[in-house]
Structure formats: structure tokens, C-alpha cells
């Protein structure tokens, strides 16, 4: 089971605008940003729900292919998500929707972030 995840990205300031929206309706929010003095000058932080698992830093942006996949509640959130991605400045790589071709009740949308990383939300309930 993972633990966390961190990635190196771009631009901090414009990625973590980003995901302070993309990930609202799906009860992800920023938790802890690490202070410079502790990660050698560069901007840190951690989002989750009651811990951090999902860290973005400044510092080596992450390259090629990446896909990251949170569960959403409902499917009412993957519509949500998808939407605050959106507007927050992400770019559509496909639609709120049913994905038959994983299971009958797969229901999914994806996003590209700031650095052009897949990001989905999905729902695995009826």
C-alpha cells in the first residue's frame, strides 16, 4: 500500500493554486507546507485529509508519463472535481463519464495538470 506520493513541479505557486481547487470537492485540501528552513529552501507542501500523502515541491520537476487516480465518494465529486480542475486551469483529457472497458460502475474524469500530468477522480460506485 502506498503511503505517499511527492513530485517535483514547474511552478509552485501556479500548481498549488491548482490543486487547492482541483481537489475541494473531493475533500483533499493542503495540510502542511514544510518551512524553507527545513527543506534546504524549497517550497514544500502536503495535502491529504487528516495527513499529508500527496506532496508537490519546487525542485526537480517530475517528467513523463504520470497518472495519479483519487477516489472520489460520488459521482456528483468526479463532476465537481473535473469542473474546478478546469477552471482552475487544467486542461480536459477526458470528460466526467462511465468507463465501461474497467467495470459497469467505473465512473471517472481526468485533467492535465499545470506540468501536463494526468489526474483523475473517480468513483467505483453505482
Do not use: Q
Request: aromatic letters at 12%; one cysteine or more.
Amino acid at each position: 500500500m502506498i503511503d505517499h506520493i511527492t513530485f517535483g513541479v514547474l511552478d509552485f505557486d501556479r500548481s498549488t493554486a491548482f490543486y487547492d481547487s482541483a481537489f475541494a470537492p473531493l475533500g483533499v485540501r493542503r495540510v502542511f507546507d514544510v518551512p524553507l528552513e527545513h527543506s534546504g529552501g524549497v517550497k514544500v507542501t502536503g495535502y491529504g485529509d487528516d495527513r499529508p500523502w500527496f506532496w508537490l515541491a519546487e525542485e526537480r520537476a517530475t517528467t513523463g508519463m504520470m497518472h495519479i487516480a483519487l477516489r472520489a465518494d460520488s459521482r456528483a465529486a468526479v463532476d465537481a472535481f473535473h469542473a474546478a480542475a478546469l477552471a482552475a486551469g487544467g486542461t480536459d483529457n477526458g470528460p466526467p463519464g462511465l468507463r465501461l472497458h474497467y467495470h459497469a460502475d467505473y465512473y471517472g474524469a481526468f485533467v492535465l495538470d499545470p506540468d501536463g500530468h494526468n489526474i483523475e477522480a473517480v468513483c467505483h460506485s453505482p
